[in-house]
């Protein structure tokens, strides 16, 4: 048996690296988009708000706001199972939002002015989140003020330091409140900080009649001190931030239910529950869903060309062992003694060989979710498919081998009904998978998963049937040519010796895998590329609170800075239908004004593909009202025009033009309307305030460009103030369209849609190349017979390279096309079932051809066809043309 083995080395070998390949696809694949989902699954939780991510319960309770304490940890192991083994970090804390206290003083600024609303908070770990540069921390004593803590922002704003007494007021009462101390947080980022955002970063007024916001931080005694003497109940609260490195999508559902079980429940009797987590986990679930549906699909098409693959190995293995076979056969052998014998040759190799893939793709990094179905039925498929196939090729026995090059190939009625019934198949579950999706309840359906693999296999099959008439119709003009070379390799071509059009038929299933998902990368990659200009329609957003209504000047002096464009943006600002007290509400809506001359000018220099309406860039300032383009909800709701609240102005205006997005409005916005800078009526000492930029920029100095920025906000709050600001309210921000476009790449399963489309266009063109290396291999005996008999007639060593090339290029070049045409339809045809929504937010998915498929398609026909001629090569060396021709002999 290991001489047999020994003899057949090349073809054992074969069939065992096919089986190892086909065995690691089916392990790793799944191990690598596990590990990338539970990656993507961790960050898309650690960046969501707090608000979102945390399980949060508020109740008011009575004083003492001590009590809540130690029901923190009961509170957390109540949670429904997994999420108390997922609470990492837990906080409870007293409060009282700003809104419901005013806060007065003796001296300026907090004698008068704007209004001052402060909140007042007591937190488990603040203290120990802190650093205290004046005083201490509050300790409130029996009888005596409620003791404070401020943060230096909040000190510097409203000008307090240790000793400053307030008063804090609900209503008609006031309660008695004394800082002693100011403090700068250790760690701005640490979640801690979360609920008290107003206490680092207090809000000063932008307009006049706007109020300062913030708050400070005491003591439990002291929550109840400014409670019970202010009239306003105390919030108490509970929350709970689960540790993302525990989840996995292993625990997603579980999680999920989890969470919408405890909004439904009273874990905190009488408490508001606060936490958007499950839905954010379904929309991470419905993305995993429909990628994991995607690399079903590309998976199956690389496993079917596999699979094509080693039946065919196993068939080319059958038939050069046909002498032996034929002579076992003759000698009286059974069916039974050839399956055993061949048997016995591969359960040595091919079970080991299929062991060693899977253990290997079990290496790659990732989340083993156990052995895959699929690898004991490839140790049994790759074992068996040599001696079944033998069976049933030497069901009868014959003592003289027939002619290989006058054998009809005319198709049995079994399989022209097998071929009608492939094609059955594949058009009902086209049908199926557009009315049902490729994720049905209970996971992906293997069936509808297969479907884009049927198309392409009845497509392969269509253009087996089709193709040897155009061959023949180009060998009747082959003739009228000179040389011979041109109508040999034609005819050859379109008479397709049996084994030859198994390989067209892989050819054209691992074309149409690779092209499918080079199809759908670049439709997600075009549907992001539109994402990132309707977010940011430059070559940067510069954001901040609000900039001076000169800062253009400014920044438009940094180096790198080409052009700049000024915007206000805000959400929820109302319309009316008319100036006056009889108007009528219309709603809200986002209000975008942007200076539209220079935004056409920031949009040139920045290379980005944005029309800027007409009707807004020629808008000039005039007593009527200004031209706008909205959103078609606000245009079916306000009529011809309406009037629009900017900064507290109202300005009338009339439509101009319908959008369903606008470039710089953002992405899923509904409601919206824009209207241009340039044609708005201004004052001199209430103008309109930008707090965006729009910037074309090449090469600046981001820190440079910042600093100009904060430099411009603290000249516009200290003029609002009336007093010198050393602080911005909040620090400007640059945001590039690459950097945000680069982040879409990084967000929810895209790595895992990644993954699949990679293994896809790679798998799809190493398969393409290995098939058109079996289709050489198929018949090269019968390649050969007619090589050796043209060199006897002078045929040089470059004319049967040639007769070579014109024999596959009809082969490769219709299997190419058609595998291309295949893929190329397959996301029209399959249309949104395929949830590439999922994948771009906020706009349409439109089919997209990338030119570079194109050309991988050409590349992967050269390709082709030399890894044809260099197969034909190694091939030729070891037949020893000269020797086939001999009296009686025929190769197999």
């Known amino acids: 048996m290991t001489g047999r083995i020994r003899v057949y080395a090349g073809q054992v070998a074969l069939l065992a690296l096919l089986g190892l390949v086909a065995a690691m696809l089916v392990t790793a694949a799944p191990r690598l988009a596990d590990g990338y989902a539970d990656r993507g699954l961790r960050a898309d939780v650690a960046h969501l708000p707090h608000l979102v991510r945390d399980?949060?319960?508020?109740?008011?309770?009575?004083?003492?706001?001590?009590?809540?304490?130690?029901?923190?940890?009961?509170?957390?192991?109540?949670?429904?199972?997994?999420?108390?083994?997922?609470?990492?970090?837990?906080?409870?804390?007293?409060?009282?939002?700003?809104?419901?206290?005013?806060?007065?003083?003796?001296?300026?600024?907090?004698?008068?002015?704007?209004?001052?609303?402060?909140?007042?908070?007591?937190?488990?770990?603040?203290?120990?989140?802190?650093?205290?540069?004046?005083?201490?921390?509050?300790?409130?004593?029996?009888?005596?003020?409620?003791?404070?803590?401020?943060?230096?922002?909040?000190?510097?704003?409203?000008?307090?330091?240790?000793?400053?007494?307030?008063?804090?007021?609900?209503?008609?009462?006031?309660?008695?409140?004394?800082?002693v101390g100011v403090f700068t947080p250790r760690d701005a980022a640490d979640p801690v900080w979360d609920d008290l955002r107003q206490a680092l970063s207090p809000t000063v007024p932008l307009l006049d009649g706007d109020p300062y916001v913030v708050a400070g931080v005491t003591d439990w005694a002291g929550m109840d001190v400014v409670s019970a003497g202010a009239g306003v109940p105390a919030v108490s609260g509970w929350r709970y931030r689960l540790d993302e490195r525990r989840l996995d999508t292993g625990v997603l559902d579980a999680v999920t239910a989890a969470v919408a079980e405890t909004r439904r429940s009273e874990t905190v009797p009488g408490a508001l529950v606060q936490t958007s987590l499950d839905t954010a986990l379904v929309r991470f679930a419905d993305a995993l869903r429909s990628v994991r549906a995607l690399l079903a699909v590309v998976q199956t098409g690389l496993l079917a060309s596999l699979l094509g693959l080693i039946v065919l190995a196993a068939r080319l293995a059958v038939r050069r062992r046909r002498a032996e076979l034929t002579l076992l056969r003759a000698r009286g052998a059974?069916?039974?003694?050839?399956?055993?014998?061949?048997?016995?040759?591969?359960?040595?190799?091919?079970?080991?060989?299929?062991?060693?893939?899977?253990?290997?793709?079990?290496?790659?990094?990732?989340?083993?979710?156990?052995?895959?179905?699929?690898?004991?039925?490839?140790?049994?498929?790759?074992?068996?498919?040599?001696?079944?196939?033998?069976?049933?090729?030497?069901?009868?026995?014959g003592v003289v081998a027939g002619r290989a090059d006058v054998v009809a190939q005319r198709p049995s009625a079994r399989r022209l009904t097998l071929e009608a019934g492939v094609l059955v198949l594949a058009g009902l579950g086209v049908v199926l998978l557009r009315?049902?999706?490729?994720?049905?309840?209970?996971?992906?359906?293997?069936?509808?998963?297969?479907?884009?693999?049927?198309?392409?296999?009845?497509?392969?099959?269509?253009?087996?049937?089709?193709?040897p008439w155009p061959l023949r119709l180009v060998g009747r003009f082959a003739t009228r040519s000179r040389g011979a070379m041109l109508f040999l390799g034609v005819a050859r071509a379109g008479r397709g010796a049996?084994?030859?059009?198994?390989?067209?038929?892989?050819?054209?299933?691992?074309?149409?895998?690779?092209?499918?998902?080079?199809?759908?990368?670049?439709?997600?990659?075009?549907?992001?590329?539109?994402?990132?200009?309707?977010?940011?329609?430059?070559?940067?957003?510069?954001?901040?609170?609000?900039?001076?209504?000169?800062?253009?000047?400014?920044?438009?002096?940094?180096?790198?800075?080409?052009?700049?464009?000024?915007?206000?943006?805000?959400s929820n600002r109302r319309l009316l239908s008319e100036s006056g007290p009889g108007a009528r509400q219309l709603g809200q809506a986002r209000v975008l004004v942007v200076d539209a001359p220079a935004f056409a000018e920031v949009v040139a220099r920045s290379g980005v593909d944005v029309d800027v309406p007409a009707a807004l860039r020629d808008a000039a300032r005039g007593d009527g009202p200004v031209p706008a383009v909205v959103s078609p909800r606000v245009a079916a709701e306000i009529g011809d025009g309406a009037v629009a609240d900017v900064q507290s102005r109202w300005y009338a205006f009339q439509v101009a033009g319908i959008a369903d997005a606008f470039p710089g409005v953002g992405l899923g916005v509904e409601r919206f309307v824009v209207l241009p800078w340039q044609a708005l009526p201004e004052y001199e000492y209430t103008p309109i305030v930008p707090n965006r930029y729009l910037l074309a920029t090449d090469g600046v100095d981001e820190a440079r460009l910042l600093a100009v920025a904060d430099e411009?906000?603290?000249?516009?709050?200290?003029?609002?103030?009336?007093?010198?600001?050393?602080?911005?309210?909040?620090?400007?921000?640059?945001?590039?369209?690459?950097?945000?476009?680069?982040?879409?790449?990084?967000?929810?399963?895209?790595?895992?849609?990644?993954?699949?489309?990679?293994?896809?266009?790679?798998?799809?063109?190493?398969?393409?190349?290995?098939?058109?290396?079996?289709?050489?291999?198929?018949?090269?005996?019968?390649?050969?017979?007619?090589?050796?008999?043209?060199?006897?007639?002078?045929?040089?060593?470059?004319?049967?390279?040639?007769?070579?090339?014109?024999?596959?290029?009809?082969?490769?070049?219709?299997?190419?096309?058609?595998?291309?045409?295949?893929?190329?339809?397959?996301?029209?045809?399959?249309?949104?079932?395929?949830?590439?929504?999922?994948?771009?937010?906020?706009?349409?998915?439109?089919?997209?051809?990338?030119?570079?498929?194109?050309?991988?398609?050409?590349?992967?026909?050269?390709?082709?066809?030399?890894?044809?001629?260099?197969?034909?090569?190694?091939?030729?060396?070891?037949?020893?043309?000269?020797?086939?021709?001999?009296?009686?002999?025929?190769?197999?």
């Not at 429904?80 to 409060?95: E, H, I, K, M, N």
């Not at 439709?523 to 609000?546: E, K």
């Open 334 to 397: 059974s069916l039974a003694t050839i399956g055993r014998r061949l048997l016995a040759e591969a359960v040595p190799v091919q079970p080991l060989a299929v062991l060693l893939g899977a253990l290997a793709g079990a290496a790659v990094p990732g989340r083993s979710t156990g052995v895959p179905w699929l690898v004991p039925v490839l140790a049994v498929l790759t074992t068996v498919v040599v001696p079944v196939l033998a069976v049933l090729a030497y069901r009868r026995v």
């Open 498 to 570: 049996p084994v030859a059009w198994g390989p067209l038929a892989v050819l054209i299933v691992a074309v149409s895998t690779g092209v499918f998902g080079g199809v759908v990368t670049t439709t997600v990659a075009d549907a992001r590329d539109r994402a990132a200009t309707l977010s940011i329609p430059a070559d940067a957003w510069l954001t901040g609170y609000t900039f001076a209504p000169d800062a253009a000047d400014e920044i438009g002096t940094v180096p790198g800075v080409q052009a700049a464009a000024r915007v206000w943006v805000e």
């Open 712 to 892: 411009t906000q603290r000249r516009r709050q200290s003029d609002v103030l009336g007093r010198e600001v050393t602080r911005t309210q909040v620090p400007a921000a640059l945001q590039t369209r690459q950097a945000y476009r680069e982040g879409l790449e990084r967000t929810g399963a895209n790595e895992v849609l990644t993954l699949a489309f990679t293994v896809g266009a790679a798998g799809g063109t190493a398969l393409a190349v290995l098939a058109v290396g079996f289709a050489v291999v198929a018949d090269a005996a019968g390649r050969g017979r007619t090589l050796s008999r043209l060199r006897t007639l002078g045929l040089s060593a470059a004319g049967g390279r040639r007769l070579l090339v014109y024999e596959l290029v009809p082969l490769v070049v219709v299997a190419a096309s058609t595998g291309a045409a295949v893929g190329v339809a397959l996301p029209r045809l399959l249309g949104p079932t395929l949830g590439l929504a999922a994948f771009a937010p906020g706009v349409p998915i439109r089919d997209h051809l990338d030119p570079l498929v194109v050309g991988g398609v050409l590349v992967l026909v050269v390709l082709g066809l030399l890894a044809g001629l260099v197969v034909e090569n190694l091939v030729n060396r070891r037949m020893r043309l000269g020797e086939v021709l001999r009296l009686g002999e025929e190769n197999p």
């Open 55 to 179: 399980i949060s319960f508020g109740v008011a309770r009575p004083a003492p706001a001590a009590a809540g304490q130690a029901e923190l940890d009961r509170y957390a192991a109540a949670l429904p199972q997994p999420l108390p083994g997922l609470v990492d970090r837990r906080w409870y804390a007293s409060s009282i939002d700003p809104e419901h206290l005013l806060a007065y003083g003796d001296a300026p600024p907090m004698d008068g002015g704007a209004r001052k609303l402060f909140g007042v908070r007591a937190q488990t770990g603040v203290e120990e989140a802190v650093e205290v540069t004046a005083g201490r921390w509050p300790r409130t004593q029996a009888g005596g003020p409620a003791e404070l803590a401020v943060s230096v922002e909040v000190a510097e704003t409203l000008s307090l330091r240790p000793g400053t007494d307030l008063r804090f007021g609900g209503g008609n009462r006031q309660a008695r409140v004394r800082v």
């Open 435 to 467: 009315r049902r999706g490729l994720d049905v309840a209970g996971g992906v359906d293997a069936y509808l998963s297969a479907v884009p693999v049927l198309v392409a296999v009845a497509a392969a099959l269509v253009a087996i049937r089709l193709l």
